[in-house]
């Protein structure tokens, strides 16, 4: 069993930036792990993703403005969004696929608007 836990999202000025952290509650070590997220009356898309040897992949949308990064010793995957736009507001979630399942976190609300 896995547990992710989101937090950092809010509400941002298009332009600002924001970093979204997910917690794991044991060793992502071996984990490949993925930012999703849904806007309302949309399905859920992939933001980002990142193996358990650092490869990244984006989608178009956000390629040159986030970056997901992973800190093994702290069991935690960030993602840094920067120049946000208001196309970017969404609950954003935390995925990994292990060992056969797979695991969601809450999600945290991004809003960007003036």
């Known amino acids: 069993q896995v547990q992710l836990v989101e937090s950092g999202g809010g509400l941002v000025q298009p332009g600002g930036s924001l970093r979204l952290s997910c917690a794991a509650s044991?060793?992502?070590?071996?984990?490949?792990m993925g930012w999703y997220r849904q806007a309302p009356g949309k399905q859920r898309e992939l933001v980002a993703t990142i193996t358990n040897s650092g490869s990244t992949n984006y989608a178009d949308s956000v390629k040159g403005r986030f970056t997901i990064s992973r800190d093994n010793a702290k069991n935690t995957v960030y993602l840094q969004m920067n120049s946000l736009k208001p196309e970017d507001t969404a609950v954003y979630y935390c995925?990994?696929?292990?060992?056969?399942?797979?695991?969601w976190g809450q999600g945290t609300q991004v809003t960007v608007s003036s």
């Open positions: 044991g060793s992502i070590f071996s984990m490949n």
């Open positions: 995925n990994t696929y292990y060992r056969g399942a797979n695991y």
